[in-house]
């Protein structure tokens, strides 16, 4: 092999079994990689001020936010690690080892699993909040919340240890060449991946949303009724069920944005060769990875009582004695 083709491989010194260094240096590579860097860091940053607003102020401390709390943090760790090794492996060759790559690629599973399941919770956290509102605040309490988050972690945990069982074991088999970082499966291991992850999670959230949306409208016309019949006697539950409604909206347009950065990902994923990190695959998880910077933007929009508690944060407002208890909402 000729030096100028020697100098583009990872490791010069094994020609036969060193995988080509990525093209790095092009205009749009350029562009695509400070892009993505950029997103990296309103990643990193917005999901910081979701995590810190909810966790302080007392007012946040509710079913429904500490939902959205979990997938804050899941949205956060996908900035601060997935996010970064996708554009190191992007940009250069993979330096770190099998078991780094191991360890990457688990951590993006677990982290996609995860959000899944805060997915599932805040569709049925919204379906008994609209479909059973008398019952809601018995149903769900802050600590049976806490309990299903917990578990919703634990359970990320074991499905992406044992979907990844061969990995865990042997780190790097599934390495065609040293300086690349791949991880695979057969078709059927897939095959059943996308229907526990993506099948059968999306055949529940559908079917809540339908549900929601269908007693909303009921509950909408019902209010309208009611301001038109008695306007004074039923301000007050005409109030909170509006708030319960915008509520459902806002989080059936996090679930939309979801399913529409996650579907591309598990079809491609489907589809390709037994390399599951192929080049295609990479970009189409860089639009799941978009979703986790689309979020807070999606509560910074809907949300109040976000906007005003992100001004608390920048203006340090949250170190001043008793500003846990600060008016929020």
């Not at 079994?17 to 860091?41: A, F, G, Y």
């Not at 951590?107 to 919770?121: D, E, H, P």
Request: hydrophobic letters at 50%; one cysteine or more; glycine letters at 4%.
């Amino acid at each position: 092999m000729e030096k100028e083709d020697q100098s583009e491989l990872c490791f010069p010194q094994l020609i036969n079994i060193s995988c080509r260094k990525p093209s790095s240096h092009r205009p749009e590579d350029v562009l695509l990689t400070v892009l993505l860097s950029v997103i990296c860091i309103f990643t990193v940053v917005l999901n910081l001020l979701v995590i810190i607003s909810i966790s302080h102020f007392r007012q946040l401390h509710t079913p429904t936010n500490l939902l959205l709390l979990s997938l804050a943090v899941s949205d956060f760790l996908v900035g601060l690690l997935v996010w970064p090794g996708e554009i190191y492996w992007r940009t250069s060759c993979w330096m770190l080892g099998a078991v780094m790559c191991f360890l990457h690629n688990y951590v993006s599973f677990l982290i996609t699993f995860v959000s899944l399941g805060n997915m599932v919770l805040i569709s049925a956290d919204r379906y008994v909040a609209i479909c059973d509102p008398l019952h809601y605040n018995s149903k769900v309490t802050v600590k049976k919340v806490q309990l299903c988050v917990c578990l919703c972690w634990f359970f990320s945990l074991l499905y992406s240890s044992a979907i990844l069982k061969d990995e865990l074991t042997h780190p790097g088999s599934y390495i065609s060449c040293y300086g690349e970082c791949a991880i695979g499966s057969d078709y059927y291991t897939r095959v059943a991946d996308l229907v526990v992850t993506f099948l059968l999670p999306l055949s529940i959230i559908i079917t809540l949303y339908m549900r929601v949306f269908v007693v909303a409208v009921s509950q909408a016309q019902t209010m309208r009724s009611h301001v038109t019949s008695d306007k004074l006697q039923h301000s007050v539950t005409v109030r909170a069920k509006k708030s319960e409604l915008k509520a459902a909206r806002t989080l059936g347009v996090l679930v939309l944005v979801f399913l529409m950065c996650f579907f591309p990902f598990y079809i491609v994923n489907l589809i390709a060769d037994n390399k599951i990190m192929s080049s295609t695959a990479k970009y189409v998880l860089y639009l799941f990875g978009l979703n986790s910077c689309l979020n807070p933007l999606i509560y910074a929009l809907f949300y109040p009582w976000f906007r005003r508690a992100v001004r608390h944060v920048v203006t340090l407002h949250i170190l001043q004695p008793g500003s846990c208890q600060t008016n929020i909402i």
